[in-house]
């Protein structure tokens, strides 16, 4: 049995990470995300979405301030990650 190897482009990997379109498509799905976490949320309970560049990677965080202590009762915003599937 022959064995292959496998070479990883690290910078072409960091280029694709931090592309536009990998921007705009955790953008979307963070959206997404939110929005489902507002509609399931209690009355009052902010929620908020944070884009971010990194140095290696885009990132899109979507976070309630105050709302790990009323998530433990019901799971609205940890339930909320389903949302970005597809």
């Known amino acids: 049995m022959a064995l292959t190897g ?3 482009n ?3 990997l960091r280029e694709v990470a931090r592309s536009r379109e990998v ?6 799905r ?12 209690p009355e ?8 971010y560049l990194g140095r ?3 990132r899109v965080s979507v976070f309630a301030p105050f709302g ?3 998530d433990q009762a019901t799971r609205w915003l ?9």
Request: overall charge positive; aromatic content about 0%; charged content about 25%.
């Open 68 to 70: 790990l202590a009323t």
């Open 30 to 41: 963070g959206h997404k995300v939110a929005e489902r976490a507002r509609s399931q949320a």
């Open 6 to 8: 496998l070479r990883i």
């Open 56 to 58: 290696n990677r885009a």
């Open 44 to 51: 009052g309970q902010i929620v908020d979405l944070s884009p």
């Open 78 to 86: 940890g339930s909320s990650i389903d949302a970005a599937r597809g």
């Open 23 to 28: 921007a705009r498509e955790l953008l979307r």
């Open 10 to 12: 690290h910078l072409g």
